[in-house]
């Protein structure tokens, strides 16, 4: 563990000096719960890591974003209420996945037409730039694939924030391009730029026949549930007969990669190119890859150059290359594996299913319209609606200088700091150098967390957060853990506490319902694994842990040492984060496509590893976190999360 190289940075208006350690064995007192003065002006350089910095994101990126995330709102509304097209029998929720996985095949077609073909359009239709918008928000993942097979990404910059938001109407969130940016969209890709149009005349997909390499055109969705955009998809071969279904195209794709690894010294593995420390030591992260494709290529199975032997060799299942590769690499990298495979579910060229990531990102969507967030001009008007942003811009680089002080930690945002967090990975270029420079290493954001492993998580966030800012992290109704666990935790962390001299940018008032609401753990919801006893357990003593909190804070309340105002929220039904999870797969029917969905987790660039388990984690120095996929795979251990193959 290492132990933070800095204190915490004031953020506040009077202080300029270091503040004077805090025994936070003695501050579990009265003092605990007690409210700063009100607060307005804040703060336009903070110090992250020891270095000054202006704010990560503006407010007006902050606005652009929101009034984006209404847009995307308003186009689920219009999808899952219509009676029109191949979505007319579905259920709206069904038709809702069906949209973004024709969505998604859309971004595909316009990655390989306009920005690979050098075509580009000015701006993307809506249902596109949501697709783009979801892979922006995986930033390990966009940015190895713009290092991989998708270069002219990295060249873009990131994506379009304020052109895209710029053409959505500031009331109604219409979409409104010009005539010549609808005009070119479709005489590059040949396809309506209408989102709901293209929802009217889609019906069916190309895709490769990976056993006889010809063209199929398979429907998005039939009576049979089997379609393309169905959670059962399954196509016969062409001329052998075999079954294809998502699994056998995601095993083609990772054929394909190995037999490039073959013919180039350019091919790799997704998964093994972008190292957290790239910046920092280039060439170890070369000599990585090279490291893993030369032992890759050294076994039989990988050696062979016929597609479909290969693929037989792998038994065209995920679970064939996990047995093939785990072999080849003896044993070693089991949870950076996972991270390999994860990346081969789908056939589509991405290393990651970009569908399930839209479905995902969609309750981030729908907490923010909760929120009333996304109305329009919400925020234009000074006074305390607007000071919420300017605080999410305050907490996000208190939230990155936390990160600094602790690199194996896992941390949990809030929503307003998730808000921020997920503006700065739009403008991409800028958040790979923001990460790089300000603490050495790539931050990574993942949102697949089993809801167990984020509760713990949390709760260390919030310890951590009130040990180094000296304030309470959440002020929403949530019942935070005790702070006679602090000192050892945070000890065993490596964090010292300062008491801030003048009122502080990082917390709100519990009289503003905004400023509360804010500072809700982002669940995005929390992930549950269906049948899983050991789930079960951990869930049924999470709640039991919660019942004890909420009597203990009666107790002080009734001392007069609890702010009355976060009871009330509490008795009005503040719902307890991670304790109302949504399933990890649910079950839409025939016509249904699967969309899991998870928490929202700040990891150092490795990969989360899921093993179909509930995570095992401690509250303590590197607590680790079960992921969401469908691999078997080592549970998690102290130290961090994730890994990378170290051969």
């Known amino acids: 563990m290492v132990a933070p190289s800095e204190p915490a940075p004031p953020y506040s208006v009077e202080s300029t000096s270091t503040p004077a350690p805090v025994d936070l064995k003695r501050r579990a007192s009265s003092q605990s719960f007690a409210q700063p003065p009100s607060f307005s002006s804040f703060p336009t350089t903070f110090r992250i890591n020891g270095k000054q910095t202006s704010s990560l994101v503006s407010i007006d990126q902050i606005k652009q974003h929101l009034h984006l995330l209404g847009a995307f709102a308003q186009l689920r509304q219009v999808v899952e209420a219509g009676s029109e097209g191949i979505t007319a029998r579905l259920d709206p929720a069904a038709r809702w996945s069906v949209f973004v996985s024709i969505a998604v095949h859309r971004f595909e077609t316009y990655i390989e037409k306009c920005i690979t073909g050098g075509c580009r359009p000015d701006i993307p239709p809506l249902d596109v730039a949501l697709v783009w918008h979801s892979y922006a928000l995986n930033p390990r993942c966009y940015r190895e694939d713009g290092m991989r097979c998708h270069p002219m990404l990295l060249e873009l910059g990131g994506f379009p924030l304020s052109d895209i938001a710029n053409t959505i109407d500031s009331i109604s969130f219409d979409y409104t391009p010009s005539a010549s940016q609808v005009t070119k969209w479709e005489a590059a890709t040949q396809m309506v730029f209408d989102s709901l149009a293209s929802l009217r005349g889609a019906s069916v997909r190309q895709i490769t026949d990976p056993f006889t390499l010809e063209v199929l055109f398979v429907p998005f969705v039939n009576d049979s549930g089997s379609g393309y955009a169905q959670q059962g998809f399954e196509v016969a071969s062409s001329s052998s007969g075999r079954k294809i279904t998502h699994e056998v195209l995601g095993i083609a794709k990772l054929v394909r990669d190995i037999q490039m690894c073959q013919s180039s010294p350019d091919g790799s593995l997704a998964g093994t190119v972008f190292s957290a420390s790239e910046a920092k030591s280039p060439t170890m992260s070369r000599l990585r890859t090279v490291r893993v494709k030369t032992l890759l290529l050294s076994g039989k199975a990988f050696a062979e150059t016929d597609t479909q032997k290969s693929g037989d060799l792998l038994e065209w299942s995920m679970e064939g290359a996990r047995k093939k590769l785990l072999a080849q690499f003896r044993g070693r990298g089991v949870m950076a594996l996972n991270g390999i495979l994860s990346a081969y579910t789908t056939g589509e060229t991405f290393s990651l299913d970009l569908v399930t990531a839209v479905l995902r990102q969609g309750t981030f969507v729908q907490k923010m319209v909760d929120l009333g967030w996304t109305i329009p001009n919400r925020f234009e008007v000074a006074g305390e609606e607007s000071t919420v942003l300017q605080r999410a811009a305050c907490r996000y680089s208190a939230f990155v200088d936390l990160i600094s002080s602790s690199p194996s930690t896992f941390f949990v945002p809030t929503l307003d700091i998730d808000l921020a967090w997920h503006t700065h990975q739009l403008l991409s270029d800028k958040y790979r150098d923001d990460c790089f420079a300000l603490l050495g290493r790539f931050v990574d954001h993942n949102d697949r967390v089993e809801e167990g492993a984020l509760s713990t998580a949390y709760d260390v966030t919030s310890l951590a957060w009130k040990s180094r800012y000296n304030v309470p992290y959440s002020i929403c109704g949530c019942p935070l853990p005790d702070d006679k666990i602090a000192s050892k935790l945070m000890s065993k962390l490596g964090f010292s ?44 003593k999470r709640e039991k842990e919660f019942e004890e909190r909420k009597k203990r804070d009666e107790k002080l309340e009734a001392k007069g040492k609890l702010d009355q105002k976060l009871m009330e929220r509490r008795r009005d039904g503040h719902e307890s984060a991670f304790l109302y999870p949504s399933a990890l797969y649910p079950y839409y029917g025939a016509w ?15 990969f989360m590893n899921g093993d179909g388990a509930a995570g095992a984690c401690t509250a303590g120095a590197g607590g680790c976190a079960a992921g969401v996929g469908s691999l078997g795979g080592a549970a998690c251990s102290s130290g961090g999360c994730g890994g990378e193959l170290l051969l």
């Open 497 to 540: 506490s300062s008491k801030p001299s003048a009122p502080t940018a990082l917390l709100g008032s519990t009289s503003s319902p905004t400023d509360c609401d804010a500072t809700h753990a982002s669940s995005h919801n929390s992930v549950q694994l269906i049948d899983s006893p050991s789930t079960n357990k951990l869930r049924a």
């Open 592 to 606: 249904g496509y699967p969309g899991p969905i998870g928490g929202c987790a700040a990891v150092a660039g490795g």
